[in-house]
């Protein structure tokens, strides 16, 4: 009779652990579809803009990264960051190829044209970067001088506005611009004041001028269709604002 009973309870546990295992097993799946169905929020941006994008090794780092992955974690989505020529992030989005464009761009009436923008998430105030030595003292000096600038950021459109295409050469990069600038082939660069402190970090006998040249608000772009994404996406912005996310975030790479 003992046997039979142990045979009987070695069975049940058998059942049990059987059981549970399947159950444990059930639960490992599902997470695992869940995970595979999550949708792909692709961003484009141009990580040469240090601090809001630029490489960290084989990882692409900074303001706008953080911010963005912030973004697809409150919305459930997986970020996809693809780096791309700066001039080519508005096409990509209207082509469809990108979900979005952040990358410490403007918003501007000619970018208007062509995508939609959310809810500005960032200040940015583009500087002149030029030689201690120079005879430019202030923005007003910049008249038919040799200016350098990325190509399509609002410093080479304001620039090329102001003192006409002529006098500004345009670069891949900022950092094309400013070794420019270093060996004499230009006589300034305009770009945004915290790449342009890196710059001039880098860079012996470079400085900043003390007045700024523009002040302008950051945003991300969108595909002027896909008003349903970007809804979603301005929410979890405005909400990342409000808590303080996107303040932590920025003051994370700029000091005060």
Do not use: W
């Not at 792909?40 to 490489?55: D, I, K, Q």
């Not at 970020?79 to 190829?97: H, M, T």
């Not at 459109?157 to 270093?182: C, M, P, R, W």
């Amino acid at each position: 009779m003992k046997k039979i009973l142990a045979i009987l309870l070695a069975v049940a546990l058998l059942a049990v652990t059987f059981v549970a295992c399947s159950k444990a097993s059930d639960e490992t799946q599902n997470t695992e579809n869940q995970e595979a169905a999550k949708e792909t929020l692709v961003m484009a941006t141009n990580a040469e803009f240090p601090p809001y994008e630029y490489h960290e090794g084989d990882a692409i780092v900074g303001i706008d990264a953080e911010i963005a992955q912030a973004i697809a974690d409150k919305l459930g989505m997986e970020l996809k960051i693809e780096d791309v020529a700066f001039d080519s992030i508005i096409p990509g989005v209207q082509a469809k190829k990108y979900d979005m464009g952040m990358a410490g761009m403007t918003v501007t009436d000619e970018r208007l044209e062509s995508v939609n923008f959310s809810t500005s998430y960032a200040k940015g105030v583009q500087v002149v970067i030029v030689k201690n030595d120079s005879d430019i003292k202030s923005v007003d000096d910049l008249k038919d001088k040799k200016i350098g600038v990325q190509t399509s950021t609002t410093g080479d459109i304001y620039a090329s506005d102001d003192f006409g295409e002529e006098n500004v050469t345009k670069y891949d990069n900022g950092a094309v611009a400013v070794q420019a600038l270093v060996s004499g082939k230009v006589d300034c660069v305009i770009i945004d004041n915290e790449p342009a402190k890196s710059y001039v970090e880098a860079n012996e006998g470079l400085k900043i001028l003390e007045t700024s040249y523009v002040e302008e608000d950051y945003a991300i772009c969108f595909n002027k269709e896909n008003t349903e994404l970007m809804d979603k996406v301005n929410a979890a912005l405005e909400e990342l604002i409000a808590d303080g996310t996107v303040e932590k975030i920025v003051a994370k790479y700029i000091k005060a």
